[in-house]
């Protein structure tokens, strides 16, 4: 499950995974989706050590959380969890670190990376149920971004898993 919001000239990209399957997954993806909804003024710390006590009676999630400044392209990522967040910037991919845990079930070391993002960079992040090895560039990464979205999820894509995968260019 995913979600992401402009505002202030912060952008937020969110990829949520509750752990398992079904109605108890979901409940513990929208706790914490919900979580960072009305928490987006906070410092990555205290961001996911909050969301981390708001939704312990939940299965709890992995989860990625990327916070870009419009203006100046500077990304911050954290993640915790096996949620996947990859940048795609002139032709070569960067991965982004993912610290063990579960976010509701404890986690302990939080590592924030910085990346500068330059015009026309994609900021990629899906779920385990795309495979870790999907390569972006052999794809279109210039054209529509639903498109490329799409065609990402049906190569890679694993099958009796769900999956979610969402894609942001940076103006
Ligand atoms: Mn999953």
Redesign the pocket.
């Known amino acids: 499950m995913y979600d992401f919001w402009h505002k202030d000239g912060i952008t937020h990209l969110v990829m949520a995974?509750g752990l398992g399957h079904g109605n108890l997954a979901e409940i513990a993806a929208l706790a914490a989706l919900n979580h960072i909804r009305n928490n987006t003024d906070k410092d990555f710390a205290d961001l996911f050590r909050g969301c981390d006590a708001a939704i312990r009676h939940t299965r709890g999630v992995?989860m990625g959380v990327a916070r870009i400044d419009e203006k100046t392209g500077l990304l911050r990522y954290a993640g915790i969890g096996n949620t996947r967040a990859m940048i795609f910037s002139q032709e070569k991919m960067t991965r982004l670190t993912s610290n063990f845990g579960i976010v509701g079930g404890g986690f302990r070391k939080l590592f924030i990376e910085e990346k500068q993002l330059l015009p026309n960079d994609l900021v990629i992040m899906f779920?385990?149920?795309l495979h870790e090895r999907a390569n972006i560039t052999a794809y279109d990464t210039q054209g529509d971004l639903m498109t490329l979205a799409y065609r990402i999820f049906q190569d890679y894509h694993i099958v009796r898993?769900?999956?979610a995968i969402m894609i942001y260019r940076m103006t």
Request: glycine share 12%; hydrophobic share 25%; no cysteine.
């Open positions: 995974d992995a779920t385990d149920g898993d769900d999956a």
